[in-house]
């Protein structure tokens, strides 16, 4: 499994563990970094926190990992800075124009890799001169693109439009994924979901077996008109898709719901109130094992799946 994102990230194996909200602690972004994968922090708002998250995922690992930076925050350039300053090994960045930022951040040190849902934005993060795009699908959790393109789709039409190496994320959480990434063009691949159903990860115990406990058709996309979002099907995804069908503005919507609803969920446990973020995969994942169980299973498995590919394809 050594690819180019190994080699420009400086990992064993190319999975990487997304920059979820709240819930990328630094004991999960150390876990997986020391597993051979990449680990990652969400940054956060508060440069001071983001310094102190940095250095104590450094008193738990020697390897590289990252933090990802959404653009639009207006302390994205103070986030940025304290990532340089802390010598971290990628930035990830994020809703926003990567070009903005991407030679300030590898004059000074860090790779960076840009999270993109088209192939137009893969084009302009190439030319921005990012080292790594990630592509993430319509089937991932949390925040999404107002564009309904699926992983399926997405990864192929990207690895045909760019040079770069593609990440694969949205829907991954077993060999069965990787390889399918693989098989679309990617050279590597994002994990948001199987991770938070992790030992290290801190989100909340409800939360999990909220999870554990979702079907196939368990999440659903809320918030259409003003920030997709997807999240378990509850008594709130409920009530925004109502006040949707009810033409109710984006305005009141967000004025109604109020800060604090994904935390509420994801750390406090509230799985009627709160926006539980999770992505489709959710109804195949069964169970909370370490890190190093998921590293585990995924390479354990890859070569007997790909024999088993092999002789299908072979009749």
Request: aromatic share 4%.
């Amino acid at each position: 499994m050594k690819t180019r994102v190994c080699e420009i990230l400086g990992i064993a194996v190319p999975i990487i563990q997304g920059g979820m909200v709240y819930v990328s602690n630094p004991e999960l972004a150390a876990a997986v970094s020391n597993a051979g994968g990449l680990g990652q922090l969400y940054s956060g708002k508060d440069p001071d926190i983001l310094r102190e998250r940095i250095q104590q995922v450094r008193q738990l690992t020697t390897k590289p990992f990252g933090v990802n930076v959404p653009l639009l925050l207006q302390e994205a350039k103070d986030l940025i800075d304290v990532a340089i300053e802390e010598k971290v090994s990628v930035i990830f960045t994020s809703a926003g124009n990567p070009a903005k930022f991407t030679e300030y951040i590898k004059e000074r040190g860090p790779r960076v890799c840009h999270v993109i849902p088209s192939v137009r934005l893969a084009q302009k993060a190439e030319g921005s001169g990012v080292d790594l795009i990630v592509a993430e699908g319509w089937e991932a959790g949390g925040h999404n693109a107002y564009d309904d393109v699926t992983t399926m789709t997405l990864i192929p039409q990207v690895t045909d439009a760019v040079q770069l190496p593609v990440v694969a994320a949205g829907g991954i959480a077993d060999a069965r994924g990787v390889v399918a990434a693989f098989a679309l063009g990617a050279e590597g691949v994002q994990m948001g979901t199987r991770f938070v159903m992790t030992q290290e990860c801190i989100a909340h115990q409800a939360y999990k077996e909220a999870i554990i406990g979702a079907p196939d058709t368990g999440t659903v996309i809320t918030g259409r008109a003003f920030g997709p979002t997807r999240i378990l099907k509850n008594k709130l995804a409920e009530t925004i898709i109502n006040w949707e069908r009810q033409g109710m503005s984006s305005e009141a919507i967000l004025e109604k719901l109020g800060p604090g609803r994904s935390k509420k969920a994801l750390l406090n446990g509230d799985m009627e109130e709160g926006s539980p973020m999770i992505g489709q995969i959710a109804g195949m994942i069964d169970d909370v094992v370490s890190v190093q169980e998921v590293f585990d299973r995924i390479t354990s498995q890859l070569e007997p799946l790909l024999q088993k590919l092999q002789q299908k394809l072979s009749g």
